[in-house]
């Protein structure tokens, strides 16, 4: 048995940030030819090859390729390393130049699935590969929520929307010509298919500048009334951004601010302090709150050292409050990786001795003074450390295939304006358009060929 | 008593189905007995008198391709031939061909009594006889038992069938027909999932009564289209008119009005029927605002003054069936000689399934036709093709044949109905095949020829017309390869190409403005030259879909990578850690037995199939070792 798809594909292989090196791993048959199309000097079995990464005469990055030819190498295939910098920007540029000719991003595990299909690692691997996969695809599909969240997944949905109607018109023409029934005539097919493909581009446009915009991690800041959240926030932006007083709920709503910590995008949410509130507007703070858990990448849990002392429950004191702030989180908890939540020990300036208490327990945490500016940098560096490369990758690969997505959409969609322009039959015309929408519906869904039928039934009385 | 003679093939049922299993079986060289409850029905057409039809006449090409009896018979029938879509593509272009009964009757019957290795009999079929989880026969109402290897059950709606006109309901598996109700009570006892469907027939008008003055008239096409390879035009019988009427607000006041007493509407019918095919009372209910239904009244034959008015079926009381009727143009003084009727009866979950057609829980036991939940001639003819072949290869020891998607529309059918199963009597439509542009009328027989002639199917005198047509396509794409075309020359401007520099016909064909009528114009093809002109069109849509097709390879190749990748039969579903507890219901639902099947379950992710292959992996590896 090998693997299902034998296809090439590529992926970044190291944790995301400014600096260090930078990883892109390549498998699959034409892996050594379409790196070799990148790099100027020729490449050597298992040789490192130092080089500048050239794509359409453009300097992407310099750095070291690698080639590994299958089946010994990693994943058993023909593998290509391009170590060159660790910069997200870089990274994300070479490996979409990677893309457009000829690779497709992996899926979540899919190196570690053909290096097991391909027999390069062990049998009892069988259950973690199983695992990797599923922790992974489910990081994957939290990415995809939040980089679709908003307008761009509204903008989706309604796009897939129309294609299907579209569809249902042209199906409906071939299926049931015989049928007393109105159908689109072709110029309004064609204004239909010219007014998809604008607003394609519109989206690609903005899903574009969204890249840009947001790069990073989201780190949501939870935690009880008062611990300190907003200050921990002021602290890390090093700026007035939330208002910080000694009353409890001051942070009625979400404040966001994006920041670069040691080379590293993040964006910052500070939330609404999870409480029983019969307050409305702060009500409405909890529950924006839940839905920013929601979409965020990692969820720093702040607790308070001067809580911490007063608790009755010294031995199991940090348990007990991980389990309260699971508890508050609710379902936003569950839909979160165990390692995306993160403990933050704030005010331990107040109560230095806290330390003692928290000892025993097994996870990890950071500890934090807000206002005086101590272990920010250890508590940043360790919730991006802590497996953060899956989720940085994920948002970025997740958004990469989107726009991918769409390209192709927008591509199959002037292919089909084309076969209608020709008046090469409307089958060719539906032919493009079933394609698109199958693409489209990597994003929002795919639907079944009796759906699309259902919906010309209940859309045209059918049947003489 | 047993009877005497063992056989390889029994089929059980003598409709469209059941004469394609019994055929096709034969042709291969079992030994083969069609039993039927009564012989002079076979090949009987129980709903509308037409063949074909978009997506329909592609089923019909393909079992001709394998030498079935359909399209043979449709052309020794037809009365009527048009080809529907003839302005758009070749891939959707259908043939639709409207059949006199009795001439239908005739030809099939007259074909299977000329097969060799078919023999028929005439009783009603009461039980089967299982040995352990084996069917090696059956047992008719007189006690006499048949043995043989495998048995093919097409019943159509005779299983359990009970027929309502209005709030009357009776027991029947046709108007005038007795239904096959203890062979139903001892199939429901086997371990089957069983459903209840239901579909519904028009009043039948008798011509006398019809005044065609006041309706449209449509005529068949000219050329007439031919529904087998094998055929020529002149073994159609003499030609006639469709008409088409219209219900209007009158009309469907009436149904309106009446509608606690339609049986379909008081609550008497449990069973599903198709959406494609609305009982009048649907339509007038779920399409208020249409003030109109377009009604195509279609002769029954030659020699029958009777008329099929599609489009108006209904279990409405016969009064009120007479009242709307009459509301009608054309219909003022209409005399219905059959009343129109719903009827309900039995399918198996066509899921309990392989893809060969036999049944997963017994052992050479096939199902094949309206049994599985299908509707239409041409998609029951399809199922008893593929069955019978595979009762036969049964009983040969042969591997069994299984069309893929992308061969067939068999092949998407099939694969449809054990998949996904049916919640309403299953119709074959275009859409359904992805890859609808390779699956044509005109290539059914370069697709299927291969595997026909490897099973035995293909007489000599279709492996002849094959040939030739074979040949004449090679000669046509050599001649348009070699044939140049200078710029300013006769032969561009008889194209109506403003060349800048030379080129050939077969690039010229490519540009979409060009047509295979331009080139053989061009070349002054004489009009004689059928089969050379056949094989200049079937390059000219070689040429034109060639991108398209080409496209489609990637998936295809997928696919079949897909389908090699078997999942072991004892793996558990419901223990893989890492899917979703819905996803292990539904893989242990179908039970895949490849990837490729288990992708096409509704609702499986990329991620979701990498985990299974991993688990599949794990399991195979850890067997042999």
């Known amino acids: 048995m090998t693997a299902p798809d034998t296809d090439l594909i590529c992926a970044i292989a190291t944790p995301p940030g400014e600096g260090g090196v930078g990883v892109i791993r390549l498998s699959g048959p034409g892996a050594k030819n379409l790196a070799q199309s990148f790099i100027r000097n020729k490449l050597h079995s298992r040789q490192a090859q130092y080089s500048r990464f050239v794509a359409d005469g453009e300097v992407l990055d310099d750095g070291i390729a690698l080639w590994f030819p299958g089946p010994n190498s990693f994943t058993g295939e023909d593998v290509v390393e391009l170590q060159g910098h660790g910069g997200p920007i870089v990274q994300q540029n070479l490996l979409q130049a990677l893309c457009t000719r000829g690779a497709r991003l992996a899926r979540p595990g899919e190196f570690s699935e053909r290096a097991f299909l391909n027999g390069k690692l062990d049998l009892v691997q069988a259950e973690a590969i199983a695992d990797l996969i599923a922790a992974k695809s489910k990081l994957a599909a939290k990415a995809a929520r939040s980089s679709l969240q908003g307008v761009f997944s509204a903008q989706v949905a309604q796009l897939a929307a129309r294609l299907l109607s579209l569809r249902v018109e042209i199906e409906a023409a071939i299926d049931f010509p015989d049928e007393d029934i109105e159908i689109l005539q072709q110029a309004e097919v064609g204004q239909k298919l010219a007014g998809l493909s604008e607003d394609i581009h519109t989206l690609l446009r903005q899903a574009e500048q969204g890249r840009r915009l947001s790069q990073g991690l989201t780190i949501a800041l939870v935690g009880e009334p008062n611990v300190g959240k907003s200050s921990l926030l002021n602290a890390l932006a090093g700026e007035e951004a939330a208002i910080v007083t000694a009353i409890p709920g001051t942070t009625r709503d979400l404040l966001k601010v994006d920041v670069v910590i040691d080379g590293m995008p993040l964006r910052l949410v500070d939330t609404a302090g999870l409480r029983e509130s019969d307050d409305a507007v702060e009500q409405i703070g909890i529950e924006r709150a839940r839905q920013q858990i929601d979409s965020a990448d990692r969820v720093a849990v702040v607790l308070a050292a001067t809580d911490l002392a007063k608790a009755d429950d010294k031995a199991n004191v940090l348990d007990n409050c991980i389990a309260r702030a699971r508890a508050q989180l609710g379902t936003a908890a569950d839909a979160l990786n165990a390692n995306a939540l993160h403990i933050v020990i704030n005010k331990i300036d107040l109560h230095e001795p806290v330390l003692p208490l928290v000892k025993q327990s097994q996870t990890q945490f950071s500890l934090v003074s807000a206002t005086e500016q101590k272990g920010l940098k250890e508590f940043v560096a360790a919730l991006v450390n802590n497996q953060s490369a899956d989720a940085e990758v994920a948002t970025f690969t997740a958004r990469t295939r989107h726009v991918q997505a769409l390209t192709r959409v927008g591509s199959l969609l002037q292919q089909a304006q084309q076969a209608l322009d020709d008046q090469a039959g409307p089958e060719l015309v539906a032919e493009d358009c079933q394609l698109a929408h199958q693409t489209l519906g990597e994003i929002v869904g795919t639907i079944s060929p009796d759906e699309l039928l259902g919906e010309i039934f209940s859309n045209f009385c059918i049947g003489k | ?625």
């Not at chain 2, 029958?304 to 009608?328: D, H, K, W």
């Open chain 2, 1 to 625: 008593m047993d009877f005497p003679d063992r056989f390889d093939v029994i089929v059980i049922g003598g409709g469209h189905a059941g004469t394609e299993a019994a055929a096709a079986a034969a042709r291969m060289g079992a030994k083969t007995l069609l039993l039927t409850q009564n012989i002079e029905t076979i090949g009987q057409m129980s709903c509308n008198p037409a063949i074909g039809g978009i997506g329909k006449s592609h089923l019909v090409a393909e079992i001709d391709a394998l030498d079935g009896v359909m399209g043979q018979a449709t052309d020794q029938a037809g009365i009527h031939f048009r080809v529907l879509n003839a302005s758009k593509g070749p891939a959707v272009r259908a043939t639709r061909a409207q059949a006199d009964r009795a001439l239908y009757k005739n030809a099939v019957r007259n074909i299977l009594e000329h097969q060799p290795n078919l023999s028929l009999f005439q009783q009603s079929v009461v039980d089967l006889v299982v040995e352990g989880d084996k069917v090696v026969g059956c047992e008719t109402e007189m006690g006499l038992v048949f043995r043989a290897q495998s048995v093919v059950l097409t019943t159509g709606t005779f299983l359990g069938g009970r027929i309502h006109i209005g709030h009357e309901q009776h027991p029947g598996g046709r108007a005038g027909d007795a239904p096959a109700n203890a062979l139903a009570a001892r199939l429901r006892a086997l371990p089957f999932r069983v459903g209840r469907l239901k579909t519904g027939t028009p009043p039948r008008i008798d011509g006398r009564s019809v005044d065609f003055s006041e309706l449209e008239h449509q005529p068949g096409d000219d050329p007439r289209p031919v529904m087998s390879q094998l055929s020529r035009r002149d073994v159609h019988p003499r030609q006639v008119h469709c008409h088409i009427t219209y219900t209007n607000e009158q009309t469907h006041q009436i149904i309106h009005d009446n509608l606690a007493q339609s049986a379909m509407y008081s609550g008497n019918i449990e069973g599903v029927g198709p959406r494609y095919c609305p009982s009048i009372e649907d339509k007038v209910v779920r399409f208020s605002d249409k003030p109109s239904h377009q009604i195509f009244i279609e002769p029954e034959g030659l020699n029958t003054t009777e008329l099929y008015p599609n489009g108006i079926s209904t279990s409405l009381p016969f009064a009120v069936q007479l009242q709307f009727v009459r509301s009608m143009v054309g219909f003022t003084n209409a005399h219905i000689s059959r009343p129109g009727y719903a009827i309900e009866y039995d399918y198996f979950d066509p899921r309990d399934l392989k893809h060969s057609l036999e049944t997963k829980a017994l052992e050479g036991l096939f199902f094949a036709g309206q049994i599985n939940g299908t509707t239409g001639y041409e998609e029951a003819g399809a199922q008893g093709l593929l069955a019978g072949i595979n009762a036969a290869c049964r009983a040969q020891g042969k591997t069994p044949w299984e069309p893929r998607r992308d061969e067939a529309y068999i092949g998407v059918m099939v694969d449809d109905l054990i998949h996904l199963g049916t919640t309403e009597p299953y119709r074959m439509f275009t859409s359904r095949a992805e890859f609808r542009l390779r699956l044509r009328q005109d290539n059914a027989d370069q697709r299927l020829m291969d595997p026909g002639v490897a099973l035995g199917l293909i007489g000599p005198k279709r492996q002849e017309v094959y040939a030739a047509k074979m040949r004449a396509l090679q000669q046509t794409a050599a001649q348009l390869a070699k044939t140049q075309v200078f710029p300013a020359t006769d032969l561009a401007q008889a194209l109506g190409l403003d060349l800048r520099r030379e080129t050939t016909l077969q690039e010229c064909l490519k540009r979409p403005e060009i047509s295979a009528d331009d080139i053989a114009k061009a070349l002054h093809m004489p009009a004689n030259e059928e089969v050379a002109f056949k094989a200049l069109q079937q390059f000219e849509i070689e040429t034109k879909y060639a991108g398209y097709i080409k496209r489609q390879d990637e998936e295809i190749e997928k696919i079949r990578r897909h389908e090699g990748l078997r999942i072991p039969d004892d793996i558990n579903f419901t223990q893989i850690a890492g899917l979703s507890n819905e996803l292990r219901q539904k893989l242990d639902h179908h039970k895949p037995d490849s990837l490729a099947r288990a992708a096409r379950i509704p609702g499986m992710t990329p991620a979701a199939l990498s985990i299974l292959l991993v688990h599949a992996k794990a399991k195979s590896s850890a067997l042999v070792s």
